[in-house]
């Protein structure tokens, strides 16, 4: 979204005076106009006029958060979204002589917006904006009697304490749509509305007809279909179905914390948090989860891509059919085709008929028309016969389509409408399709101009490559001998044959695989939207090649030439642990070794947090981020990211895809970040590596549950045993599970003072210190219907700390060397 802040510091110059921001109320025979505004009680809301868009600017009445609370202008609700105006000294908000709310324009005569209450019996009326950011219209002498409220009609966001339902009574059903894009309010193309068919879930709906994602029903407590609500401890969830309405509403249990939830022009329902220490907003939970899942998020003749950033392009043969609204994040408009087609009437002399372009490994465009009984030659005949028929596939069967492709995904891994798609373009936008006598003509050209410029340039070429050669073979030879080595981008391009076979890739870049002349392999990650100066990122980059430990990546070296950033890692053949944990059917991790990665992974995240020369806060553990060398030695890698960044922490929040499962509470209230958010993180990645499956695609009973929640309930009744990955065949240590188990816990204790250092972490693991039972976190108490016996075992766990103390007082004070002020109270 683009910068409000800016925008409206802009149009304040223009208006003159600041904000008139005095009164939170507005009565009969009192106005609102140019840059007057209300504020609510507490500061926490504005409504006023703000402007939006290029030239000229739009200008909308609207609800925001005070800048004084969030810097980042970010409007919340908005009257007039699909009715702009162009000057607000000529618009004002006021009670009409009915009692209704109305914002007029063009000299104060027309009517824009109006709240529209049919009945009204009051003689008098009031509008105020509520601390919650809700507008209400109310009657004059009785401030309980809510006639009207911006609550009930909501346009993109929904705040803590809004209620957004279906009405039983006047068949209401209450709906967030996307703005069309970042700079334009107007309804977009996404819906988020109660299902009607079964009003106890939510509905995403594409174009207000095709749904493409539901919550699943209320269960009593979450919606199924997202079992990481019950991680989000610092929200009270709450859902209502009776005789008359149906509604969800959430709050907030701190006044601390500013949240939102957007239904977004990306098609996804995002909520959002507001963290002062970074300024800015950080995406707290998604849904769908992946981009890609958005129905048509492309438009026609445009595929969407899990691999690349951005997500949407246009297929070969077309353009963009708007290249402003793609650039403010509506791809929807989709893309035109940059040739005509070869058919009927556009058929001319000496032209080739259409061809098919071949797209590999996509997901299929929605809407097929199927032709029974017919072989692959008959289905691409049948196509290329019917000038409305855009492409075709044949998987056992033969399917069709005419006129617009829209919902394609490629590089799709998914087994639901995958396959081969053959793609209708002109001739002329294939190479093959070319005539041979322009073939003929350009290979002369091409003869001619190759022969000219040879001469000139094959010496070049040689000394080059011998260059080349002799500085990769002295680059190969330091690597050999751990010397850090400063690349050329050239040589690592040649290495890696052009960044052409992908290992991987995350929020900073991808990863490629090259090899060295002495034929040692290398792994080279290509950081991408990388700023930093190249002398600074150099100093950090030295900074960081000194640091060794057997289970942190080692760094070989590293290019900063100009804008190409290159960081060049040792190549671990085992590939990351994400990849044995949840991608194959058949794990060659056996328990043995999972206790050994768990092991390792703590003992690296101790070096960094208490053996560097500062304490380096990874900020980012996962499975993805522990990669696996020839022995299954667990290497803990990016450490370094963070530190090279400046601790801008913010920043890896906003661009990681998929850590929100490993978020500590404290990113959400906005206090500093210390090591116990890697400790939070380790914690949540314990409980994956036992059970092999991602925490919220555990399944139970056929029902998406969610697994520290699963694990706590099995741990206290003794019976960690069942927790264990099914491919594991039960082959486990019973001890040492429960000993992991209970680690994991500690680790992600609501508060950062009551959990463990990574030193405590690694000496519990290895047996030095006992592990008394944990307490169980807010997080998960609200999910298991025995309270009492979470109560029970959260009091008798303290109890047994308290007892054990003092028996393990030598290891805590002795042994343990902690990153914090953090004690050991609770751990032995």
């Known amino acids: 979204m683009a910068s409000f802040h800016l925008l409206l510091f802009l149009s304040f110059l223009f208006l003159g005076p600041q904000l008139l921001s005095a009164a939170d109320s507005l009565s009969g025979g009192q106005t609102l106009s140019g840059n007057q505004s209300l504020t609510s009680k507490n500061g926490s809301f504005v409504l006023g006029f703000f402007p939006l868009g290029g030239s000229p600017q739009r200008y909308y009445l609207g609800i925001w958060y005070n800048t004084d609370k969030v810097s980042t202008l970010t409007p919340v609700w908005i009257a007039n979204r699909a009715t702009p105006f162009l000057d607000p000294l000529s618009s004002e908000l006021k009670l009409s002589t009915d009692g209704n709310l109305v914002l007029f324009s063009q000299s104060k005569s027309l009517i824009i917006w109006s709240t529209n209450v049919t009945k009204i019996t009051s003689n008098s009326t009031a509008a105020v904006l509520l601390d919650t950011g809700n507008l209400v219209l109310q009657d004059g002498s009785d401030s309980s009697t809510v006639l009207w409220q911006s609550f009930d009609h909501p346009t993109n966001t929904w705040l803590p304490g809004g209620k957004l339902g279906y009405n039983k009574i006047t068949g209401e059903n209450q709906h967030l749509v996307s703005w069309k894009n970042n700079e334009d309010p107007s309804p977009g193309l996404f819906y988020l509305e109660m299902d009607l068919n079964d009003n106890r879930q939510y509905i995403i709906l594409w174009n207000g007809t095709k749904s493409y994602w539901s919550s699943g029903p209320w269960n009593g407590e979450i919606f199924s279909g997202v079992p990481e609500m019950t991680k989000a401890f610092v929200y009270i969830f709450e859902f209502i179905n009776n005789a008359t309405e149906a509604y969800f509403t959430y709050t907030v249990n701190s006044n601390d914390v500013i949240s939102r939830t957007i239904m977004d022009v990306s098609g996804q329902l995002k909520q959002l948090t507001w963290v002062p220490a ?34 949407c392009d246009c297929m070969k043969g077309f353009i963009k059919r708007s290249s402003t609204d793609w650039a403010q994040g509506d791809q929807t408009g989709g893309c035109v085709r940059n040739s005509p087609l070869q058919c009927g009437g556009n058929i001319s002399a000496g032209t080739q008929k259409d061809k098919f372009y071949q797209m590999e490994s996509v997901r299929l465009p929605a809407n097929p028309n199927r032709l029974d009984s017919v072989s692959f030659s008959e289905c691409e005949s049948a196509c290329l016969n019917n000038c409305s028929c855009t492409a075709y596939a044949y998987i056992g069967t033969c399917s069709l389509w005419y006129d617009d492709l829209i919902n394609v995904q490629e590089q799709y891994t998914g087994n639901d409408q995958a396959g081969t798609l053959f793609l209708r373009l002109a001739a002329t936008e294939l190479p093959s399709s070319k005539s041979s006598k322009g073939w003929i003509i350009g290979a002369v050209v091409g003869v001619v101009v190759v022969v000219l410029v040879l001469l000139a340039i094959v010496w070049i070429t040689v000394w080059r490559m011998r260059r080349s050669r002799k500085r990769m073979i002295g680059a190969s030879k330091a690597v050999s001998d751990g010397t850090l080595v400063a690349f050329r981008y050239g040589d690592l391009q040649r290495v890696t044959k052009n960044f052409s076979e992908k290992l991987g890739s995350g929020g900073f870049g991808s990863v490629y695989k090259g090899v060295l002349p002495n034929s040692t392999v290398i792994a080279v990650k290509k950081l991408q939207d990388f700023s930093q100066g190249e002398k600074q990122f150099r100093t950090e ?42 991608r ?28 560097c020369r500062d304490c380096i806060i990874h900020c980012d553990i996962k499975p993805e981020n522990i990669l696996l060398d020839a022995s299954f030695i667990p290497k803990v890698s990016d450490f370094g990211l963070a530190k090279l960044l400046g601790r801008d922490l913010s920043r890896v929040l906003t661009t990681m895809r998929g850590t929100r499962g490993y978020l500590a509470p404290e990113w959400i209230s906005g206090v500093a970040i210390t090591a116990k958010a890697d400790v939070y993180s380790y914690g949540m990645m314990l409980f994956e590596i036992i059970s092999g499956k991602r925490n919220t695609d555990y399944i139970v009973d056929n029902k998406s549950e969610f697994f520290p929640a699963v694990a706590v309930k099995k741990l206290m009744i003794g019976d960690v045993h069942s927790l264990i990955d099914p491919r594991l065949k039960a082959v486990a240590e019973i001890e040492e599970v429960n000993r992991v188990c209970k680690v994991a816990f500690w680790c992600i204790q609501d508060e950062e003072m009551s959990r463990p250092s990574m030193g405590q972490i690694v000496q519990m693991l290895e047996g030095i210190i006992d592990i008394s039972m944990p307490p169980v976190p807010k997080s998960l108490q609200i999910y298991s219907g025995h309270q009492e016996r979470l109560v029970y075992f959260s009091d008798l766990s303290v109890q047994e700390s308290a007892r054990t103390q003092a028996q393990s007082s030598l290891y805590s004070t002795s042994l343990i060397r902690s990153s914090s002020s953090t004690s050991s109270k609770g751990y032995a």
């Open 584 to 611: 194959a059917t058949e794990t060659d991790l056996d328990w043995g070794k999972r206790y050994q990665i768990a092991l390792g992974t703590a003992r690296g995240l101790l070096y960094l947090h208490e053996n």
């Open 278 to 311: 970074s300024q800015s907003w950080i995406l707290f939970w998604s849904q769908p989860r992946t981009q890609c899942e958005v129905y048509a998020l492309c438009g026609s003749f445009g595929s969407c891509n899990e691999n690349k950033l951005p997500y």
């Open 541 to 582: 980059v030295s900074t960081i090649g000194t640091i060794q430990h057997i289970n942190l990546i080692r760094l070989r070296g590293f290019c900063a030439d100009g804008n190409n950033k290159c960081l060049v890692y040792e190549f671990m053949p085992n590939s990351s642990l994400d990849t044995h944990l949840f």
